[in-house]
């Protein structure tokens, strides 16, 4: 080895600082973070350049492909903390492999220009090292090359390992471990920590137990039920003055009839629909999940546990879940069944004309839905819909002039910046608005009652409308309506405020008590 060597290996620790102190929230210094994440830090660096070095054999090649990827994780934390509120963690690695497969979904958050640049830049950086750089196989001979990348690797791991026995106990909030540990230890950290969890046990859901039971007289008919999971579902007109005042008609009118309505607190910002989702499912909070509350469905893939679906299953009900969405994606595929859901009803079952600008639209899943009423006047169903048409990027649709007497009247034309994706979002909001009444209709005309519950998975990604106006609690709205007007006249629509987890439970209070004409206990007062 020559000092050139030892430079490089030096200029490439000092860069992945350099390119730590991109990150938005910054970490704070290194040299203000104890000695044990110092430790996993350095281990990082020696351990991942050991095994690069091995494979490129050139050493200033490794050093910038290291920096370049440290870079791009950065690129991804910051985007992902500007529309989510959550840095990158370690789970998100996963997402990488998924932007290949549903790049849509992912790459114009990164940027497509970006994406592109940095794409067509490593691969003219990696072919000039590899003209210029000799081998150092050639230089220093197999035995002296082999010996150096062992070292490396070996003392990085020896860091690592002491560094994490040392390394403060994290919090599971990503943003403050971020920036008391830094990139590395954090990403480190989470790591051991998923690793070293277990799942929480089935006698943790409410659900196991089976508290709340359906009525057991014969002559009971149990209600079609339907819960609706709107993708980015909430009402701005809690923080934007210039949406329209009627721009959710049937929603303003289902909730005055509403048994329950309120708004409802969710674990997820602007995305991971799925944390919601499993929350309402299962009836699990994120504490109950810990270190697997970021992902909880790969734990679910894997196994059965008591949830929302499986309670209607024993009660006679069939279930079905409907998402306009390749299955596989989140393994939904493999969870929903484990779940309790007989049928999975995805987006091979939908045609292209079924689309609405990026995906399949909320009309045609109403559609579906009415169809699956409609053949099911023998048995009760239980429809679980996860809809995608408001799913981001907002703005890889065009705002639509003819649309905005309905949702922002006063708006000049051209768009501001700030108006130009909440345009496009209020427009299809409108359409889940048309949803709900399509389903309160076909609920309101079938044979058997029905009771529908509605709510959002999270706010949406509006980053720009939140600047110029205000940002949204981060809570959305959900509702519980029923058919039969007797239990609606009966139930005041005074707000309720509600966790994610504990929408299921108070469901299934509402279905039991309109199969069986009771009145539930309610709160009378008013939420905080």
């Not at 592109?116 to 590899?130: D, L, M, P, Y």
């Not at 009402?235 to 048994?259: E, K, M, N, T």
């Not at 905005?404 to 909440?422: I, M, S, V």
Request: net charge neutral; glycine share 6%; with cysteine.
């Amino acid at each position: 080895m020559t000092s050139p060597f030892y430079l490089l290996l030096t200029a490439g620790l000092a860069g992945t600082l350099l390119i730590e102190a991109l990150l938005a929230p910054r970490p704070c210094p290194f040299w203000q973070r104890g000695g044990a994440a110092a430790s996993v830090h350095l281990g990082s660096w020696l351990l991942t350049f050991g095994a690069f070095f091995a494979v490129l054999q050139r050493p200033g090649l490794a050093v910038v492909t290291l920096l370049a990827l440290q870079l791009v994780v950065v690129q991804s934390s910051n985007t992902k903390s500007q529309t989510l509120n959550e840095p990158f963690i370690c789970h998100d690695f996963e997402y990488f492999w998924d932007a290949i497969r549903h790049p849509r979904l992912y790459v114009p958050f990164f940027g497509v220009r970006l994406a592109i640049a940095a794409s067509t830049a490593g691969v003219v950086a990696i072919a000039a090292f590899f003209y210029w750089e000799a081998s150092a196989v050639s230089q220093w001979g197999g035995w002296a090359f082999l010996a150096t990348c062992g070292g490396l690797c070996v003392s990085g791991a020896v860091l690592i390992a002491l560094g994490l026995r040392r390394l403060d106990a994290i919090t599971l909030h990503p943003a403050h471990d971020l920036e008391t540990l830094g990139l590395f230890a954090s990403l480190w950290a989470y790591g051991v920590a998923l690793l070293r969890s277990s799942a929480p046990p089935p006698d943790a859901s409410p659900f196991y137990h089976d508290t709340v039971a359906p009525p057991a007289a014969p002559t009971t008919v149990l209600p079609h039920t339907v819960l609706v999971q709107s993708e980015s579902f909430s009402d701005p007109r809690s923080w934007c003055p210039d949406v329209a005042d009627d721009l959710l008609p049937h929603w303003d009118l289902s909730g005055r009839q509403a048994q329950q309505r309120g708004t409802l607190s969710v674990p997820a910002w602007g995305a991971n629909t799925v944390r919601t989702e499993c929350a309402v499912l299962t009836g699990l909070t994120p504490e109950q999940w810990g270190i697997r509350q970021f992902n909880p469905y790969r734990t679910l893939a894997r196994r059965h546990f008591p949830s929302l679906a499986a309670t209607f299953k024993k009660a006679g009900y069939r279930t079905v879940c409907v998402h306009p969405y390749p299955a596989s994606f989140y393994f939904r595929h493999r969870v929903m069944p484990q779940l309790g859901f007989d049928t999975f009803i995805d987006v091979e079952d939908f045609s292209p004309d079924d689309r609405n600008g990026q995906y399949i639209g909320d009309a045609a899943v109403a559609r579906k839905v009415a169809a699956l009423l409609d053949d099911s006047a023998d048995a009760p169903l239980f429809i679980f819909v996860i809809t995608m048409e408001n799913h981001g990027p907002l703005d890889l649709e065009r705002p639509r002039h003819d649309a905005l007497a309905d949702t922002l009247p006063r708006a000049p034309w051209p768009l501001p910046a700030h108006q130009r994706n909440l345009a496009v979002y209020l427009h299809h909001l409108r359409q889940a608005d048309a949803m709900l009444e399509t389903l309160t209709r076909a609920l309101g005309q079938g044979s058997r009652p029905g009771v529908l519950g509605w709510y959002g998975d999270h706010v949406p990604i509006l980053p720009q409308a939140y600047a110029y106006y205000s940002a949204p609690t981060g809570e959305t709205p959900y509702m519980l309506w029923s058919s039969q007007k007797n239990q609606r006249d009966r139930h005041p629509t005074t707000p309720q405020r509600l966790a994610a987890n504990e929408l299921g439970s108070v469901l299934l209070q509402h279905v039991w008590q309109a199969a069986s004409g009771r009145q539930g206990p309610r709160k009378d007062s008013e939420y905080q």
